[in-house]
């Protein structure tokens, strides 16, 4: 069972656009939620997260949107460009060091 | 560099052959991953360790696969008589491994390829 589940699979954005990706969890005892960005032939890298004490939080154009009783978090990016194309990953923990990711969306920025 | 290092970048091996995967995590941290990257698909947990020790291996796919970490620092993925299936590449993540604190860091990965 997918304890994490992403959506969509793949993303195309023009450039300046809004990209949005879903994640949705059923757990509730998950109280930590990152996003990692992972370009080709790269590791993921952390490129937010949040805590549900809160139900946004933004880092320049990135911002993650948290609805507890949803139990729904997504990824917006402003001002999408070119080089924001990569593969995201949301994630998610429960106070032990253990993460459950999603499948990944692969996002393309067209120019 | 400073960060995790994973050895061999490639690695292409004939079915039945064993293979060891390396990673040499951040200095100081003391949670290392393994996961499973297939391709166009998502990140499969396979083992984390705290320490030496290994409180969850339960990703591991079957008993060919097995991991070490000795002296709290570089770890070792094995697989056994390799299969098909069994290509992918292989990410290996440190963290300081406080509770929840998050942040995973990845190392490039080992693409491993089973003719």
């Known amino acids: 069972q997918q304890q994490v589940k992403q959506s969509p699979q793949s993303l195309i954005v023009q450039k300046g656009g809004i990209s949005i990706i879903n994640c949705a969890y059923e757990n509730t005892a998950f109280d930590y939620f990152p996003w990692y960005q992972q370009f080709p032939g790269k590791g993921p890298a952390l490129l937010i997260a949040?805590?549900?004490?809160?139900s946004e939080k933004k880092e320049g154009r990135f911002t993650i949107s948290f609805n507890k009783s949803a139990k729904q978090f997504s990824l917006h990016i402003m001002d999408s460009q070119p080089g924001d194309s990569a593969t995201y990953f949301c994630a998610a923990s429960s106070g032990t060091n253990k993460f459950y990711f999603g499948s990944g969306t692969k996002l393309n920025v067209k120019p | 560099g400073a960060g995790v290092s994973q050895s061999p970048s490639n690695k292409v091996t004939e079915k039945g052959k064993d293979v060891e995967l390396r990673c040499d995590p951040i200095s100081g941290h003391t949670a290392l991953y393994w996961y499973r990257q297939s391709l166009g698909q998502g990140l499969e947990f396979l083992i984390y360790f705290q320490g030496n020790s290994a409180p969850d291996k339960s990703g591991l796919p079957s008993d060919r696969f097995s991991a070490e970490r000795t002296g709290g620092s570089v770890s070792t993925l094995t697989i056994q008589r390799t299969q098909q299936e069994d290509s992918a590449v292989y990410l290996c993540a440190s963290s300081l491994g406080r509770r929840n604190t998050g942040e995973l860091f990845f190392g490039e990965g080992s693409r491993l390829t089973v003719l």
């Open positions: 949040i805590r549900p004490d809160v």
